[in-house]
Every structure is written in structure tokens, then in C-alpha cells.
């Protein structure tokens, strides 16, 4: 009895998802070298283990059912993309007086933002050991350029001594 020799080629499309698997994401990171720009020698890749069907019918299943989730979140992510436009019109829409949902109809008041509470233009003479274990809470700028929703999990607090201002 001869034993088949095993097909070792493998579907382009398969080798494409292949590649994008953790466990040869991670074999990738093991062989990589350099500090500012890595890179895997050509040894190196030659050492990285890949499993696969040998029936190449198989192989192209597999790549054929993962480019079609593929496309099904390709299709997802505009859904969500124009979600997220109507949303922003809606912001727009329901966040001035002239546009009121039904039901409503006292005046909207108007004030200023130092109104609601202390505010700061900045902390000044600061150290990183200072926002370890803060006492007071305020929200970074980057939150504030982020979006014109400030959620209360990107406070962050920094120590605050008696008597201290911070402005």
C-alpha cells in the first residue's frame, strides 16, 4: 500500500482567514523582532503552524461562509452608521424649543453651565500620583472634545488638598 502524500496547498481565500485567526496572530507575535518596527524573517514564517482541512472543497466552505459574515457585517455597520445619523439629527431636532414632543409644553429656560456646579479651566501643579487616588472628581478634555455627550464613567478624579484652588 502507498500512502498519499498530503496536499499541502492551500485556498487563497481559506489562507486569507486563516491568517486572521488568533492563534496565528499569536505565533506572529512570538517570532516578531524589533523595537520600533517589527518584522518576521522569512525563517520564522516558515515555522508557523496552520491548521486545515486537506480537502480543498472544505477549504473553500470555510472561506465562503466567513466572507459571507463578512458582508453581513459589512451591511450592519451602514445600518448602524445611518442609526447613528439619525440620531444626530434627532440631538439637533429635540435639543432646541422648536421642535417639542407631544405632551410638553412648558418653556424651555436657558443657563449657564457654571450654574450646575464648580467649574475649572484646568489643574495645575499636578503629578501622576495625584489622579491615583483623587478626591475630586472632573472630566478630562479629552471626554469634552470626544462628543457632546459627557457620560459620568470618563470622570476621573484627581487630589484635591484643603485650601487648594485649582482653576
Known amino acids: 500500500i502507498v500512502a498519499k502524500s498530503l496536499d499541502r496547498s492551500l485556498d487563497n481565500d481559506f489562507k486569507r ?3 486572521q485567526s488568533q492563534a496565528v496572530r499569536e ?3 512570538f517570532y ?3 523595537t520600533k518596527v517589527s518584522g518576521v524573517s522569512k525563517a520564522s514564517i516558515k ?3 496552520i491548521g486545515f482541512p486537506a480537502d480543498h472543497g472544505e477549504q473553500r466552505a470555510i472561506a465562503k461562509s ?3 459574515a463578512d458582508d453581513l457585517i459589512e451591511v450592519l455597520e451602514g445600518v448602524v452608521a445611518k442609526k447613528r445619523a439619525v440620531k444626530e439629527a434627532m440631538i439637533q431636532a429635540l435639543l432646541t424649543p422648536q421642535t417639542r414632543l407631544p405632551g410638553f409644553t412648558e418653556p424651555w429656560t436657558t443657563a449657564r453651565l457654571g450654574d450646575f456646579g464648580k467649574t475649572y479651566g ?3 501643579g499636578k503629578s501622576g500620583a495625584d489622579f491615583i ?3 475630586a472628581p472632573f472630566i478630562p478634555f479629552g471626554a469634552v472634545i470626544a462628543g457632546a455627550i459627557i457620560k459620568s464613567e ?3 478624579t484627581v487630589i484635591i488638598k484643603s485650601g487648594e484652588v485649582q482653576n
Do not use: D, M, Y
Request: proline share 0%; glycine share 12%; charged share 20%.
Open 17 to 19: 482567514f486563516a491568517f
Open 27 to 29: 505565533q506572529f507575535k
Open 32 to 34: 516578531a523582532v524589533g
Open 47 to 49: 515555522r508557523i503552524k
Open 66 to 68: 466567513l466572507a459571507e
Open 122 to 124: 484646568g489643574l495645575t
Open 133 to 135: 487616588r483623587g478626591n
Open 154 to 156: 470618563s470622570f476621573q
